[in-house]
């Protein structure tokens, strides 16, 4: 079996002030990105599929050469405002990318078999990979999977953050995710944060949450056609509105369209959500580096 690792790296990182996708953490010159693939090519995953921006293209171009040469398959997608459905146009305001869930639709054209889709800002950790190959080689295609986090494990000290909070059943499926923002720690102590909606609510820490890596099968991307359809019937006068991969996923489960599974993982998660995240994520994975689980420099790999 095939399995493509797709990499959402068209985002803009407003709150991060840069292009963060490509922004340098380990040793060599190494991003969050490359280590995401490699932990996917230990995982077996042979393709690697990097949905981004034609303004970027170049640049990740050249750097993923750079670290990787030839020793795993690279295709590109874009992720482009006017991919819409039949009938819809961009509307005359909107600027950012229409969100996660248009994000992993721009690779339909790219994807050939089963995949996981990750941030390319985000640091999973090799076991997350691992526990995601796994599922895609025992199960069917309608039952989905995502990797779950401790929501404390994945906080920042430097500002609020935007996370997807998960419902599960006895069983470890997913009942429903919810989107909050502005997560932080809160005056009085413990957590709290902002849903899509407004209301402010508290949080304990121990909330399992997701960080945007799931595993699917390409029928992902006919399901996802008709959610986003329907997100712009309703949405697209709003110029900040985003198609949530997460949301899109509530849409489906309550359809009773897929399954998806909420597999724990340990990680460590690291992410740089502002400039001042990535001292500690550089220290973080010298630590890893130093214990053995990574080389010194992932471009001695070509």
Partial sequence: MELTLVVLAAGIG??????????????????????????????????????????LEDLLREHIDSVFGNSIEVAYAFQELDDLPPGFTVPAERRKPWGTGHAVQASRHQVRGPFVAMNADDFYGATAFTVLSNHLHSTSGLEFAAAGYRLTDTLSPHGGVSRAVCELDADGYLRRVTEVKQISEAEA???????????????????TVSMNLWAAAPIVFSLLSGGFARFLEENASDADAEFFLSESVNDLIAMGAVRVRVLPT??????VTYKE?????????RGLIDAGFYPENLSALN
């Fill in 266 to 271: 340990p990680g460590p998660w690291l992410g």
């Fill in 277 to 285: 995240d990535r001292p500690y994520v550089v220290e973080k994975l």
């Fill in 14 to 55: 407003s709150r991060y002030g840069g292009v963060k996708q490509l922004e340098p953490v380990g040793p060599g010159g190494e991003t969050l990105l490359d280590y995401g693939i490699y932990d996917a090519v230990r995982a077996g995953f042979s393709r690697v599929v990097l949905v981004t921006r034609r303004d």
């Fill in 189 to 207: 102590g413990g957590i709290a944060g902002v849903t899509v909606q407004g209301e402010r609510i508290a949080l304990t820490g121990d909330e």
